[in-house]
């Protein structure tokens, strides 16, 4: 099974920029992996962010539409997250997940695999 490590979590004043990359343990083009990021609060449901297919189609939260971009490099296996104009309630714990797949989807149970998360504070 796919092993999925994120980074570039950090602490950044509101309307700042953030890159938040997820490493994969294996080729996940060639698998056929969907990827997406995901977030979540103390006390709340974990959330869908922003996913993307082997193919490239993507699909956004309302919410981060306009200031979050996902990406993925499929020669090394990589996820990418940039969030620029972030805000307060763009604080959480952010999370990689992949699943076999086609699809593009927010719903967290959709995916199988995931990464233990990165911490994103934005502070006003």
């Known amino acids: 099974q796919v092993q999925l490590v994120e980074s570039g979590g950090g602490s950044v004043q509101s309307g700042g920029s953030l890159r938040l990359s997820c490493a994969a343990s294996?080729?996940?083009?060639?698998?056929?992996?969907?990827m997406g990021w995901f977030r979540q609060t103390p006390g709340k449901e974990r959330e869908g962010v922003a996913t993307?297919?082997?193919?490239?189609?993507?699909i956004y939260a309302d919410s981060v539409k306009g200031r979050f971009t996902v990406s993925r490099d499929n020669a090394k296996n990589t996820l990418n997250l940039q969030m620029n104009d972030l805000k307060p309630e763009d604080t959480a714990m952010y999370y990689c997940?992949?699943?076999?797949?086609?699809?593009?989807?927010?719903?967290?149970?959709?995916?199988?695999?995931w990464g233990r998360g990165t911490q994103v504070t934005v502070s006003s």
């Open positions: 294996e080729d996940t083009y060639s698998s056929r992996y969907s």
């Open positions: 993307i297919n082997r193919a490239g189609s993507t």
């Open positions: 997940a992949a699943d076999y797949g086609w699809w593009v989807r927010l719903e967290p149970s959709s995916y199988t695999y």
